[in-house]
């Protein structure tokens, strides 16, 4: 049963708000005032937008790409995603198949055909939106939108020409991120030149490099990364830190790299990055270690800046109304999504919290839902994140190191995939389920975070993002019936570990 006083219990108010839905005004005519106008067409932006029509507001929503789905489905989330599942099938095909019998020859990759692929992709996806925009009656302006006054949008149109204000009760802030740069160093990014590359230029490599640097050892840099040492490339990874993946457990971390440098990505820890330059169409990066020592210098064919990523507030108009803004462009908001400017909201990336496209929708839809007047709500204890290479890490609630930082009492419990039977069968049993309950008190046994490594984790960890939802213990969980022989069975005896013993371990 779950903790009916834990603070997971505040989503109940979704629920009970949907009783008292009020009946919106529809059908203004063209110049009158909207309900809403969103500003950006991203993973946040376009489902405020969606949400609000079918609460029956007048809503426009605005998009300087010309595409919708902003970074995620245009040239982040998505196209990514099309190229780690291409390359890994590839890479299967080439090197995994042995357990199984399965030997091939001739194994090839036909970039071009790849590259088309990830391309039919998005236009798919983002044309589906658009059809999901008249569904709802949502006015979709292809522009650039700046807050020039409350409740007043300048629509700078993307062909160019005079500005199309739009009145509006309310505005929401949804312009998403753009790539950071490298802290201190001299880093210039060029696309076109195809040798000093963000994430966007890296989904578009037009041949494998031989040699791949990467700067940052977080998830952007790990997933691409991962992408192109399955085609064939050398990939170094080039990390200021002493670990990978800052954020991330630290035992899963450890675990993770040593699973990558198993399949051949190499790691440079420790190292300040100074320069990243195009030297005659090859990349030269020059870099001092932290500690102390002497320069070092790295050639490749491709440099990958991937450090981050910082609010994308440029053009906004941010300082004709006077919105507040925080460290790196953030947009300061309050616990309801309000800036400082009465009638004016932000979510997804361009505010706190990570800069996931899930929780930026989970934002745009309480938004929503609030200027309703309904109980839009977000719980950010239940925010799942996904590293999508292979095998994939999943993790939602707190890590080992955020519970002693925070001195809460806890307990740990573990599974491998090595004593899971379908993974076994499957030869594919890298990785673990790993649990942290509450010890002790009114919320013993209460489930505080879970992380997993698993070729499948990414679709795992949704049961455990359900369980925090409702405030569940480790025992709800560990006493569930789990369909056998499955990967989810481990999930269940890690839930099994925190609070007494596995059966198979």
């Known amino acids: 049963r ?3 006083d834990s603070p997971h219990s505040a989503m109940l108010g979704r629920s009970l708000a949907r009783a008292v839905r009020p009946r919106l005004s529809r059908g203004l005519a063209t110049g009158e005032t909207y309900d809403m106008v969103v500003i950006g067409g991203g993973p ?3 489902p405020t937008a969606i949400k609000a029509g079918q609460l029956g507001m007048k809503v426009a929503c605005i998009e300087m790409r010309g595409r919708l789905g902003g970074t995620c489905l245009n040239v982040g989330c998505i196209p990514s995603k099309a190229l780690l599942h291409s390359s ?14 399965i030997s091939a020859d001739n194994v090839k990759m ?7 692929h990830k391309a039919k992709t998005v236009t798919g996806l983002t044309g589906g939106i658009e059809g999901l925009f008249k569904k709802y009656k949502v006015d979709y302006f292809k522009g650039k939108g700046e807050i020039t006054a409350p409740g007043s949008v300048a629509m700078h149109p993307m062909e160019g020409g005079p500005a199309q204000t739009l009145s ?4 929401v802030i949804a312009t998403g991120s753009v790539p950071a740069g490298v802290p201190g160093a001299t880093v210039t990014v060029d696309n076109d030149a195809k040798v000093i590359v963000d994430s966007t230029g890296c989904l578009d490599l037009e041949k494998i490099p031989e040699k791949l640097i990467v700067i940052g050892a977080g998830v952007i840099g790990l997933e691409m990364g991962s992408v192109w040492r399955r085609l064939g490339t050398e990939v170094t990874v080039v990390e200021y830190l002493d670990r990978i993946t800052p954020g991330i457990d630290d035992e899963i971390a450890k675990k993770f790299k040593q699973i990558l440098e198993k399949q051949g990505m190499k790691f440079k820890m420790g190292y300040a990055v100074k320069s ?3 030297e005659g169409g090859k990349g030269k990066l020059v870099m001092d270690p932290v500690g102390g020592g002497a320069t070092e210098t790295l050639e490749a064919d491709v440099i990958l800046s991937a450090t981050g990523r910082v609010p994308y507030t440029e053009g906004l108009g941010a300082e004709n109304v006077g919105v507040k803004l925080g460290a790196r462009g953030m947009v300061e908001i309050d616990d309801h999504f309000a800036t400082n400017v009465p009638g004016i909201y932000a979510i997804g990336d361009a505010v706190r919290g990570a800069m996931l496209a899930h929780k930026a929708e989970e934002e745009g839809i309480a938004i929503a839902e609030q200027l309703a007047g309904l109980g839009g709500h977000v719980n950010y204890d239940a925010i799942p994140g996904v590293i999508y290479t292979h095998p994939e890490v999943a993790s939602v609630g707190k890590t080992e190191e955020q519970l002693k930082g925070e001195g809460v009492a806890y307990k740990v419990g573990t599974f491998p995939f090595m004593a899971n039977s379908r993974a076994r069968a499957m030869a594919d049993a890298d990785g673990l389920v790993k649990f942290l309950i509450q010890d002790g008190g009114a919320h013993d046994g209460m ?4 992380h997993i490594i698993a070729s499948n984790a990414g ?6 993002v359900l369980a925090m939802e409702y405030g569940a213990s480790a025992e709800d969980i560990g006493r569930t019936c789990h369909a056998h022989p499955t990967m989810s069975e481990a999930f269940k005896e890690a839930a099994m570990s925190a609070y007494g013993k596995p059966i198979h371990f």
């Open 44 to 46: 946040g932006g376009y």
């Open 276 to 278: 990243a330059t195009n």
């Open 2 to 4: 779950p903790f009916a």
């Open 110 to 116: 036909d970039l071009d055909k790849l590259m088309k």
């Open 168 to 171: 509006t009760k309310n505005i």
């Open 88 to 101: 890994h099938l590839y890479e299967e095909a080439a090197k995994g198949w042995g357990p199984h019998g």
């Open 447 to 450: 489930v505080l975070g879970i």
């Open 459 to 464: 679709e795992m960890i949704a049961e455990g």
